[in-house]
């Protein structure tokens, strides 16, 4: 089985690759731009598990010098990597032509909420048209394959509390351009479903974290922040924004492997929630980081820290992805912090 990976260099992307490098019979693929960091492959690069693929020109002309490319030179048990820009109909066309994958995981995507309030034209257009060129790709190449397109639970939005746990069916009251993106990447999912038989399954994931998550998002923030202080690279103080919302967090490791059962056992065209359906306020996850170290740090509120318009309360009901797929988070998330504190003082000592 020819397995893609779009956003493969990313937080999620890089531990899909790693997941998908476990199983058997698997060829795994990663998209990856020319200016992509190559950070979170770093583990993979180390394991002598990085295969680029590289290009004999800056632009390779046809899907058959693709293919051409990828028999010669991709590597089973590697995770082989190809140039190509989401952006670009036709990098997407000689791509998918030459590596006509079984089955594709859309992750690539502007991902950062606030990010999204100050670039929403450009958050907009990579996360909706990044995907239609894709879609396109496929239906042109005439190619039938299951395709993962991960959503996201910012598209629920602005969440009544007695509308928890959140099914699928609650209305979508997106608060942020990134949540709009996600809710039109939804629609797209469905209607080339509909209309052409894309096998498409969306997973509206609620948030995950672990080793190697950004420091923009709230988690990595303050875990670096906190190893940073370890190091005596900053003062004693934990800098903080919003302390009362509450999330639904998953270990990353745990996600990639709903993301892989959702097209082993899924029904295309279905739309699943994916989280523990356990809330935690913001204030105590910090809590727990702040338990995991002997420094002596304050807290102190940052008003740059605070979101224009923030989702107070996302927590997931994931009983009909369980159903279908018996997907079942397995780390606890008190792990999932230790390691992530863990990946900062590994990374900052390094």
Sequence with gaps: MRVLITGVTGFVGSHMAEYLLTLDGVEVFGLYRWRSRMDNLADLNHA?????????????????????????????????????????????????????????????????????????ALTLQTNIMGQLNIFEAVRQVGIDPQVHIAGSSEEYGLVKPEETPIKETNPL????????????????AYQYHQSFGLRTVVTRGFNHTGPRRGQLFVTSGRAKQIAEIELGLRPPV?????QRSKRDFTDVRDMVRAYWLSLERGRP??????????????????????????????????????????????VGDASKFRADTGWEPRIPFEQTLLDLLNYWRERLRG
């Design 173 to 188: 009251r997106p608060l942020s351009p990134y949540g709009v993106s996600k809710v039109a990447q939804e629609m797209l």
């Design 48 to 120: 002598g598990k990085l295969n680029p693929i590289p290009e004999e020109s800056t632009s390779l002309t046809s899907p058959e010098r693709v293919a051409q490319l990828i028999a010669e030179r991709a590597r089973p048990h590697q995770l082989n990597l190809i140039e190509g820009d989401m952006l670009d109909a036709f990098s997407m066309y000689k791509l998918i032509g030459g590596l006509r994958p079984d089955r594709i995981f859309h992750l690539a995507a502007q991902s950062w909420v606030p990010g999204s309030q100050t670039a929403p």
């Design 269 to 314: 065209g279905e739309v699943y929630n994916v989280g523990t359906g356990v809330a935690w306020e913001i204030g105590e996850m910090q809590d727990l980081l702040l338990g995991m170290t002997e420094a002596k740090i304050e807290v102190e509120v940052d008003p740059a820290r605070l979101r224009p318009s923030d989702v107070t309360l996302l």
């Design 238 to 242: 934990l800098y903080v924004g919003d």
